[in-house]
């Protein structure tokens, strides 16, 4: 069994920052691409930025410049470091894991869940 733990979130002031963790634990034999995505009530899950076992990245246009993602592989943890923060950015974020368990087994994990309010 695979698990992933979502941290950091919470309420926070227009120009303020944040910084998400989730970390990784379980059977797992490597993680390749991981990842943050939000979601607004109602509405679909959203790409927010993604990191690649080789450390290459990609962002959202809105959060470009802003948010800045990293991976610490041999903890099996993504962070998610939010500056900049406007009221637009509220969600509840979820983390992201493709993990290899073994020759057979891989496939797409989530983290629970945590919720960021910005107040305006």
């Known amino acids: 069994q695979v698990q992933l733990v979502e941290s950091g979130g919470g309420l926070v002031q227009a120009g303020g920052s944040l910084r998400l963790s989730c970390a990784a634990s379980?059977?797992?034999?490597?993680?390749?691409?991981m990842g943050w995505y939000h979601q607004a009530p109602g509405k679909q899950r959203e790409l927010v930025a993604l990191i690649t076992s080789d450390e290459r990245t990609n962002y959202a246009d809105s959060v470009k410049g802003r948010f800045t993602i990293s991976r610490d592989n041999a903890k099996n943890t993504v962070y998610l470091q939010m500056n900049s923060l406007k009221h637009e950015d509220t969600d509840v974020y979820y983390c992201?894991?493709?993990?290899?368990?073994?020759?057979?087994?891989?496939?797409?994990?989530w983290g629970q869940g945590t919720q960021v309010t910005v107040s305006s």
């Open positions: 379980g059977s797992i034999l490597s993680i390749n691409d």
């Open positions: 992201v894991a493709d993990v290899v368990r073994n020759s057979k087994l891989r496939r797409n994990y």
